[in-house]
């Protein structure tokens, strides 16, 4: 052999042996099926069954006169605001966002704990969560003696609005000053024009003789509303009760006297039970269901929106990782499908510290995605970041995931070489993309990840109920 050919043979034999002997890079993908316990660490992530609460929903035909009609007999009652849904109704011919629709009467609100709501309208027998989509009414919001009035709308594809103005710290529809709930009967009306604000639509809501009009936001008519229902439901979130009574109803010019038991549609309003669902508890991790797909066996449940200022009702169910950074590539895929989603609610999953977890709003050393979004929209899947430093970002918008069980595949992709060096993450949902450069400043804060999984946003809000399956993500040495 030729000392050339001898020399090409030593190099090629010395660079195989260094390619067989070079360590694997630090990271790989772990995939979770969950079609058995994964036992991952589990932090403040399930409500302590003593927690639990008595949930009473009374309210219906009552042989009393509250409401001011000319004789005894009117509906209303206890109404406990829950996630189950609690009405009492009165079955109408199909109604949508292109009919007019007119309501009048009088209520009567005897008594109002904190934290406690009701609506009075037209709605879905369908209709679920909360805001209620196919629906069209007035609330009564309670805080301890008092309460605040409200009329909006919701779109059967989970758009929302009403007339909103913004007095102090609070949304008011009504910019009038709370109501005592000391029985004083109040007269009302409320009607939806579909012609009214140049063919947008348009609410007017008649209150003791004053006048405050909507209109609806731009599209929601299109997006359009289905109702078969009129009379009282519950507003579907964790909450105290309310005593409200209604009399003297007139709907679409038929008089409702109540003098007998008019036999309304009854669904959940008599009833006693335990509810698990209890603010500011959490209840997710693993569960032996199949909401987001495959076969039995995921990950999720309910995940509350946390107070910053209450970091200890945070908490997480994670996998340990070993160590990641902002330096890595960081991958992440599966299935889900979200059930239930209060308005202001969120969720997070994706890679975290679990020593600063609790430091947020979006947590320190956090990167991945929020389901998020304000509740005029819908719940936005979108990427979400915070680095050593708390210096991060949340994409301003991203595909749209409603609380309707759809089941969708989903990707996070990290480069940490894209964006001229910053960064880059690619989010998909469906068929939907979304690209967030990252800011410069953001990966020379540094970063630590040693935990995979799901965990809260730390800022006050309600709840969402969201589930994940077939789960790939980046994990490190």
């Not at 629709?101 to 609100?109: D, E, H, I, M, P």
């Not at 009574?245 to 959940?268: A, C, N, S, T």
């Not at 970063?447 to 999984?453: N, P, T, V």
Request: aromatic share 12%; charged share 25%; with cysteine.
């Amino acid at each position: 052999m030729s000392d050339i050919k001898q020399s090409l043979l030593i190099l090629f034999l010395t660079i195989l042996s260094i390619v067989w002997v070079s360590p694997a890079p630090s990271e790989s993908l772990r995939k979770q099926d969950f079609s058995n316990d994964p036992g991952w660490e589990a932090v403040n992530n399930r409500i302590d069954p003593t927690k639990a609460k008595e949930i009473v929903q009374d309210f219906g035909y009552s042989k009393t006169h509250n409401a001011g009609g000319q004789s005894a007999g009117e509906i209303g009652g206890r109404i406990t605001r829950a996630l189950t849904k609690a009405s009492y109704s009165k079955v109408i011919p199909e109604k949508t966002l292109e009919d007019r629709l007119v309501a009048s009467g009088k209520f009567a609100c005897t008594d109002a704990d904190g934290g406690s709501a009701m609506l009075f309208g037209w709605f879905n027998s369908e209709s679920d969560g909360w805001r209620t989509p196919n629906s069209l009414a007035f609330r009564l919001d309670g805080n301890g003696g008092k309460y605040w009035v409200f009329f909006e709308y919701g779109t059967q594809e989970y758009g929302t609005g009403g007339g909103e103005t913004f007095e102090g710290e609070r949304y008011q529809t009504t910019p009038t000053p709370p109501e005592k709930s000391d029985g004083t009967v109040h007269e009302w009306s409320l009607s939806y024009d579909p012609e009214g604000a140049n063919g947008r639509g348009e609410m007017t809501f008649e209150f003791d003789g004053e006048t405050f009009t909507t209109q609806l936001r731009e599209g929601h008519k299109q997006q359009g509303a289905v109702f078969n229902r009129f009379g009282i439901f519950n507003q579907m979130t964790t909450g105290n009760h309310m005593n409200v009574y209604f009399d003297d109803l007139e709907i679409h010019g038929e008089r409702e006297g109540f003098d007998q038991d008019p036999k309304w549609e009854e669904d959940g309003n008599r009833t006693t039970y335990t509810d698990l669902i209890v603010r500011p508890y959490h209840n997710f991790g693993y569960s032996e269901t199949s909401i987001a797909g495959g076969e039995p066996g995921e990950l999720g449940g309910v995940i509350w929106r946390i107070e910053n200022q209450r970091p200890e009702n945070s908490g997480y169910y994670g996998d340990d990782i070993g160590k990641l950074t902002l330096e890595e590539r960081l991958e992440a895929s599966g299935k889900v499908s979200m059930t239930r989603a209060g308005a202001d609610s969120a969720a997070l999953i994706g890679w975290f510290n679990s020593n600063s977890f609790r430091e947020g709003p979006t947590p320190r050393n956090f990167f991945g995605i929020m389901v998020e979004g304000p509740s005029r929209t819908g719940h936005y899947f979108r990427s979400a970041y915070s680095n050593d430093k708390i210096l991060g970002e949340i994409e301003e918008r991203g595909p749209i995931i409603r609380p309707d069980g759809k089941q969708y595949d989903w990707t996070f992709r990290y480069d940490p070489e894209a964006n001229s060096g910053n960064g880059e993450i690619v989010v998909t949902l469906g068929d939907e993309q979304t690209i967030l450069p990252m800011r410069p400043d953001a990966r020379e804060g540094g970063a630590e990840f040693d935990r995979f999984g799901l965990l809260p946003y730390l800022q006050g809000g309600h709840h969402v109920e969201i589930f994940f399956d077939d789960i790939s993500y980046t994990v490190g040495d």
